[in-house]
């Protein structure tokens, strides 16, 4: 009998997957992180769907590519056609709660086509991507009224009517004038709510309430940090935590602006990419970046305690991992969105309760794994359908409990819609021209972009990424290779979404038995 009856699935918003002390980071501490890490899984090659939160965000909770999902960017609703993880847990009798961001927005068009009342409950969850609002909190604009974070802030005192701007991101200049969090000058300064009154105390101690109201009736929570993402403001002590001594070097290089491909070229117009091309940008943000990640690890260690304690941490399924990594000046880039690997790449890591997983505890899978395999790794734990017919994701349990697994992936892919970005200004194309999609192997990542030229980069000789071969003819052959994979791929994608592969065996060659006949002679 399996021991996972809850699943607790931790996600922090543009987490670096080389910012954990358990991946190596020589100054960064993160010890409640490292344990999670000692007592499961971790995979040092997750790469997730989407460089960006939205569609990041859909992948991970369908389980399928944004290709076959068409949520494309932050602005673009999800369909109410896809099924999330709540479709597939709430049949169960598993409630399915949000602490935290989301970036699910709601398909106005979808709700009105059905007739689905906007007051209803069943309104709010399919609002919600199907999840029960517990607290539903984006970050980076004021709390709107499904959080109770704005209110919580009046209450401790933080008389404002934005206290989120006014406290949350802001810190106080040193002439005692309000500096905000948006200006990332400022980002060494404390911000001006106390700590344990922050966006990450709160949250948390949202999630420890849930806990403890379920008992022993079965839950998933999505607990899911709006940190160490921008507005780059950290309270005291975390502010100024670690210094630019700390950071990890820049990986850039001025060659790299020789021949850039006309995308790229774009992006490092934004305002983003400029002000991190600054000489003195990574030493006044990293540090508070940085900061950030240690206090999200100390509010998981109480958490991680708090389990323990309510005697949860032996029947809980844990999963740990972001939605994308974080530029801060590498490639000289800002942002998150292209196809290097600090903002693909992300920490993934998997605690698996059940003594089948005994054997792998502590270790370190370097096999390929994607935001798309969580639905399928949660259903597997909870012993529910694979839904295989829907979800495009891979089930992990066989790589925690041993089992076999004949054929594991030997790339992966992602994507990006940019078309509601400057770059396509910039560029002068239409909103249907900015599809890119890339595939990386072992060796090699190949991106294909519409209607450019495609980027090529050697990692086994170039793992920096600093080299751009996708113009050199001497290289054609490789990315002829890498289009054929990707060709492959998308005609792999999942379409028949209404009926299961049983519907279609048991229908299959049966128009005689309805009194139909093809062609008899």
């Known amino acids: 009998m399996a021991k996972v009856k809850n699943v607790l699935f931790i996600m922090c918003d543009q987490l670096r997957a080389d910012h954990l002390s358990c991946a190596g980071h020589p100054h960064l501490k993160t010890p409640a992180i490292d344990g999670l890490a000692k007592q499961g899984v971790m995979f040092p090659r997750a790469y997730v769907q989407s460089g960006v939160c939205g569609p990041s965000r859909m992948s991970y909770y369908t389980g399928r590519y944004m290709t076959s999902h068409g949520a494309t960017w932050n602005r673009v609703p999800l369909s109410l056609r896809e099924k999330t993880i709540g479709d597939y847990l709430q049949p169960a009798g598993i409630r399915v709660a949000l602490a935290g961001k989301t970036h699910v927005l709601p398909d106005l068009d979808g709700l009105q086509r059905y007739g689905i009342e906007g007051g209803s409950a069943v309104a709010a969850l399919m609002r919600a991507g199907r999840f029960e609002e517990i607290d539903r909190?984006?970050?980076?604009?004021?709390?709107?009224?499904e959080s109770g974070y704005a209110a919580y802030l009046r209450s401790q005192g933080y008389n404002s009517d934005d206290p989120w701007t006014d406290y949350?991101?802001?810190?106080?200049?040193?002439?005692?004038?309000?500096?905000?969090?948006?200006?990332?000058?400022?980002?060494?300064?404390?911000a001006r709510v106390a700590e344990e009154h922050s966006e990450t105390a709160y949250m948390t101690r949202e999630a420890m309430r849930f806990v403890d109201d379920m008992g022993d009736k079965p839950w998933f929570l999505h607990l899911s940090y709006v940190k160490p993402h921008w507005p780059y403001m950290a309270p005291a002590p975390y502010h100024d935590m670690y210094g630019a001594k700390d950071c990890l070097p820049l990986n850039r290089d001025k060659s790299e602006l020789e021949g850039q491909h006309p995308v790229l070229a774009a992006y490092r117009q934004h305002e983003e990419s400029v002000s991190f091309s600054r000489p003195d940008a990574r030493a006044t943000v990293m540090p508070t970046y940085m900061g950030l990640i240690r206090q999200i690890d100390d509010w998981l260690g109480r958490l991680l305690d708090h389990l323990r304690k309510a005697g949860r941490f032996d029947d809980t399924l844990i999963v740990f991992t972001a939605d994308h990594g974080d530029f801060l000046g590498d490639h000289w880039l800002g942002e998150k969105e292209m196809f290097y690997e600090e903002a693909l790449r992300v920490p993934f890591i998997v605690y698996d309760p059940d003594p089948a997983a005994d054997s792998s505890r502590g270790t370190v899978d370097d096999r390929f794994v994607e935001a798309v395999d969580v639905v399928p790794t949660v259903l597997a734990a909870l012993g529910l359908p694979?839904?295989?017919?829907?979800?495009?994701?891979?089930?992990?349990?066989?790589?925690?409990?041993?089992?076999?697994?004949?054929?594991?992936?030997?790339?992966?892919?992602?994507?990006?819609?940019?078309?509601?970005?400057?770059?396509?200004?910039?560029?002068?194309?239409?909103?249907?021209?900015?599809?890119?999609?890339?595939?990386?192997?072992?060796?090699?990542?190949?991106?294909?972009?519409?209607?450019?030229?495609?980027?090529?980069?050697?990692?086994?000789?170039?793992?920096?990424?600093?080299?751009?071969?996708?113009?050199?003819?001497?290289?054609?052959?490789?990315?002829?290779?890498?289009?054929?994979?990707?060709?492959?791929?998308?005609?792999?994608?999942?379409?028949?979404?209404?009926?299961?592969?049983?519907?279609?065996?048991?229908?299959?060659?049966?128009?005689?038995?309805?009194?139909?006949?093809?062609?008899?002679?």
Not at 168 to 190: C, F, Q, Y
Request: hydrophobic fraction near 35%; glycine fraction near 8%.
């Open 137 to 145: 909190y984006d970050g980076h604009s004021p709390p709107g009224d």
């Open 168 to 190: 949350v991101i802001a810190a106080t200049g040193p002439d005692g004038e309000k500096a905000s969090g948006w200006h990332m000058r400022n980002a060494g300064l404390p």
């Open 386 to 521: 694979a839904h295989e017919h829907l979800v495009e994701g891979r089930s992990l349990l066989p790589l925690l409990r041993g089992g076999k697994t004949e054929s594991w992936r030997d790339a992966v892919f992602s994507e990006l819609d940019y078309s509601f970005r400057e770059a396509r200004l910039i560029l002068k194309r239409g909103p249907r021209d900015c599809r890119a999609i890339m595939v990386r192997t072992d060796r090699w990542k190949y991106v294909w972009w519409q209607d450019f030229r495609p980027m090529l980069f050697d990692l086994a000789n170039d793992p920096q990424e600093r080299r751009d071969l996708g113009a050199d003819e001497s290289w054609a052959q490789i990315r002829r290779e890498m289009e054929g994979r990707l060709d492959a791929w998308l005609k792999a994608r999942k379409t028949r979404v209404t009926v299961d592969d049983a519907y279609v065996e048991a229908r299959t060659a049966t128009h005689k038995k309805h009194g139909i006949f093809f062609g008899v002679w």
